[in-house]
């Protein structure tokens, strides 16, 4: 059984910092591209960063600057260290698993990030 689990959501303050991390069991993330997603009540769900099994990273224009992905195969996790938050990050976060051979993916429940004063 396949399943991916989020980490590290909470309440922080506007400018403050949150580390993000996904956990794998029963799948490997190598050949796999992975990303952060977000969506907050009432919007779309957004992309937030992507990294590739190639080892490319691309990150959404809101967040561009601001916020880092990483991964780490042995380990089977993905991370996203955010900074400088704003209140305009609040949302949930999710993380996903895209095979680049099958283009079967996976989704995590999700952690809530909440950027309040």
Do not use: H
């Amino acid at each position: 059984q396949v399943q991916l689990v989020e980490s590290g959501g909470g309440l922080v303050q506007p400018g403050g910092s949150l580390r993000l991390s996904c956990a794998a069991s029963g799948v490997s993330f190598r050949f796999y591209n992975l990303g952060w997603y977000r969506q907050a009540p009432g919007k779309e769900r957004e992309m937030v960063a992507t990294f590739t099994y190639s080892g490319t990273t691309v990150y959404g224009e809101a967040v561009k600057g601001r916020f880092t992905v990483n991964r780490d195969n042995a380990d089977n996790t993905v991370s996203l260290q955010m900074n400088s938050l704003k209140p305009e990050d609040t949302a949930v976060y999710y993380c996903n698993a895209r095979s680049i051979i099958t283009l079967r993916e996976y989704w995590g429940q999700g952690t809530q990030v909440t950027v309040s004063s």
